[in-house]
């Protein structure tokens, strides 16, 4: 049963009621209260304060302030008058109908308020779609008139290369025809020679008039040309990294394996910032690369799957699953060993083993296991199928396989 407050106190004037409620000592949040235009509740368990109002007042202009041990209304009387009392005289099935319209009537408000919040949100994402939708609309826009000048201007270049070679073709085709017709016998003529840059390095002349010497030949001097630039080698060596530790305190090791992973690190993701660009975002997903390698594994499209494995391990290599995956490919296309290092890779990541990555760990060990059978070393694959039953021992199927293998060691010993 609750503990009814009795020691309140109010005061009034004619348009306003003030009612002061000492808290008892409990947090501000766990005050509730709940104010119509005939009731007023404040329930701070283990307390309670109820009152039926003389008069009805205007709750939606009444105010209440909380805090500070006290909890203070101040509320908006609907008729200029004074009060009696500030408690109405009812009876108990009165009460019970008064409590009941409350409740159902702040039930109402809570309700409108989450409709207005609800469609709020939902215009503001409609508002931020249409937004999106927009920006990638010009965006798209954006890099079409970019290709549309690109094509533009090659097929401008295109056609001036072929109004040029016509032209050539043209003026070649004239000389031919001024030369058969004997127009230019007294011309001297270039002869070409067969050379890298196709310069002429000698112009015969020949001369039909009536001259006593006949033909005449003149060599032509050859443009002075610079020399070859000499080749070289630049030789670089780099300043060791020098950690300031102490010899006594010295982690040489440690250090070095730390910069190999940076090292590692930075070129991969050089690698995958060039070979990232022309992707498109959900590509850029390891989840959304997974699902797609994992489709493509049930169409059979075994190579596929591989592709989309390998991009998804590129962005994350901390998935246990994409190894796992890629290794079960591996064995459909026979690459064995490749199954064996994706399947301890992700047995690596897999680590500590715990419940919750068990079935992960029997994937792994069952594929590893069937990888290292087809290759003849029945041994490495009965320990991983053993490995496999101790995390699943009421698998028949797999007890079955793991009976097979140890029948085939016994009959080759």
Known sequence: MPLIVRDHTWTQNQNTVYISVPLKGVKTANVHVICTDEYLKVSFPPFLFEVFLFGPINEEKSEAKIGNGVAVFTLQKRRDELWEQLFT????????????????????????????????????????????????????DRIQKMKNEECARATAEMDFWRETQRKTAEENENQQKLRGTGILDNQPVCQKTECANATPAVTVLHNTGNTTSGQISKKQKPKDLPAPRSAGCIKINFTPRVFPTALRESRVPEEEEWLKKQAEARRAVDTDLAELDDLKEEERNPDWLKEKGDKLFMAGNYQAAVNAYNLAIKLNRKIPALFSNRAACHLKLRNLHKAIEDSSQALELLTPAVAANAPGRLKAHVRRGTA????????????DYQAALRIDPHNEALRADTDKICEIIQGTT
């Open 372 to 383: 290292f059978c087809e290759l003849e070393l029945y041994v490495e694959g009965l320990t």
């Open 89 to 140: 005289n009812i009876d108990k099935d009165k009460q019970k109908q008064i409590r009941e319209q409350a409740i159902l009537k702040v039930q109402e408000k809570e309700a409108e308020k989450s409709k207005a919040k609800a469609a709020r949100i939902q215009q503001e994402k409609k508002y931020a779609l249409e937004t999106m939708m927009k920006l990638e609309n010009e965006e798209r």
